[in-house]
């Protein structure tokens, strides 16, 4: 067999795998098992929590300990040279985050439950939708998002693309609910 025709397949078989479709690996609608914390107060929760998104990179937009709720604001999808961010979790987000102009935020809430505690987690994800400027040959491809030239792109909208830009939902990223859940168990286990 030819060996570019190998590379070619090879090609082919990731590019499927990877690519986005209604949910991959890690979106899924069926949430995230909660954690269960009985013996932690809400306090302890709410701090091993503050101090885990902020080393995740995440922003804290409400912490409210009376309704025992964390919520981040929006953080774009980690790019394959920021290795020091940990908000892909799996091929998956990752190659979701490099092909795509996408978002997620975290959003926890304790509850109690018959004398239980719990600590739920979502983390809905939005990609960037740009409406296309008008190409008149293939020699302009590279003004189609942006008013660029052929040798220097940058992002330029029109008042028109602006006014049509929108963040679309996509879903939950499970895997980095869980992935927040477990740090934050983690960190209260370190705290005892």
């Not at 025709?5 to 995230?32: D, F, H, K």
């Not at 790019?79 to 998956?92: C, I, K, M, P």
């Not at 018959?114 to 600590?119: D, I, M, S």
């Not at 740009?130 to 040959?137: F, G, I, M, T």
Request: aromatic share 6%.
């Amino acid at each position: 067999m030819n060996k570019f025709r190998i590379i070619y397949e090879t090609l082919v078989m990731m590019t499927l795998m990877l690519a986005p479709g209604c949910a991959g690996p890690g979106q899924a609608s069926r949430p995230v098992e909660p954690l269960r914390l009985d013996d932690v107060s809400r306090e302890d929760i709410l701090q091993a929590a503050e101090t885990t998104l902020g080393e995740m990179h995440f922003v804290i937009e409400k912490l409210d300990l009376d309704q025992g709720i964390v919520r981040t604001q929006p953080l774009r999808g980690a790019q394959a040279f920021e290795f020091w961010r940990s908000d892909n979790v799996g091929l998956h987000s990752a190659a979701e985050a490099n092909l795509h102009t996408i978002r997620r935020w975290v959003e926890l809430r304790i509850r109690e439950e018959q004398g239980r505690r719990y600590v739920d987690c979502n983390v809905p994800v939005q990609r960037l939708s740009l409406p296309e400027n008008e190409v008149a040959s293939i020699s302009q491809a590279y003004r189609m998002h942006s008013a660029s030239t052929a040798t220097v792109q940058r992002l330029q909208l029109t008042p028109q693309q602006r006014q049509g830009m929108a963040w679309i939902d996509v879903g939950q990223d499970r895997a980095l609910s869980e992935r927040v859940l477990k740090n934050i168990a983690k960190r209260l286990q370190r705290m005892d």
